[in-house]
């Protein structure tokens, strides 16, 4: 069996390698002069993704086993990333005060699945499970939020003028919206769509990848790799749906006021 450490075996030839991938991807990204929507280098932005990815992992690898040790930390723990994924995905939809909405997709998606998954007794209430789960699953519910509010919103400024024809003809702005911004929204769930499609032929993800290094069988690894996609589907329909509503009903919108000034 193949032992984990055997794979990327944490020397200072690992270190040496991540940073060359690092600069590889700033030096590209700076050579193509990619922007964010505010005009921001993509460079620095990943530059600062790749060193705070680092600081991050080396302070949870740390702590890990301290907040695993009680169920008060762990839930705490749990919902910090919840927390964290909420602020993530409303900053980057909109731009004002309204990104606190961005906290009932990713809520409502991940809480169900995460509370059936324990009363079911499939994933136990101790940290070496419900860390793991409840990371993939809200990191799911924040790419699926963040894809789809923005994608709608674009969609509603891009087509603006069907928009308000469309209440011209009598239609609610929700159902206006509705009609304009689902397409745009559903392309949310490509992404998900594709990796489950196409897993074990082109890509073997990191669940069944880890379950094997951890010495487990590949049937095992395989099932859990199935319920791992699976519930990623259902969490991020879930996010979608909900952001599609938010963003129809005007709740979530990139509408400057005076109250998002000075943030």
Known sequence: MLAADSLLPVTPVLGAVLVALLLVAVTLASFAR????????YARAMLTAGLRAALQLAAVSFVIGWVTGALPTLLAFVLLMLAVAVRTAGRRITANRT????????????????????????????GVALIPVAGILTGGALTATVLA???????????????????????LPREARLEVA???????????????????????????????????????????????????????VTSVAVVLELVARGLLHRVESTESEGE
């Open 99 to 126: 990104w606190w909405w961005a906290a009932l997709p990713v809520t409502a998606a991940v809480v169900p699945v995460v509370s059936l998954l324990l009363l079911t007794g499939l994933v136990p209430l101790r």
């Open 34 to 41: 990619l922007t964010q929507d505010d005009g921001r280098p």
């Open 182 to 236: 689902r397409t745009a929204a559903a392309g949310a769930l490509v992404p998900g769509l594709d990796q489950t499609r196409t897993v074990g032929l082109v890509t073997l993800p990191g669940a069944f990848v880890g379950m094997l290094l951890g010495g487990a069988s590949p049937l095992l690894a395989g099932a859990v790799q199935l319920f791992v996609l699976v519930a990623l589907m259902a969490v991020q």
């Open 149 to 171: 509010g923005r994608r709608a919103l674009e969609e509603l400024t891009v087509r603006n003028g069907e928009v308000e024809a469309g209440m011209a003809l009598g239609l």
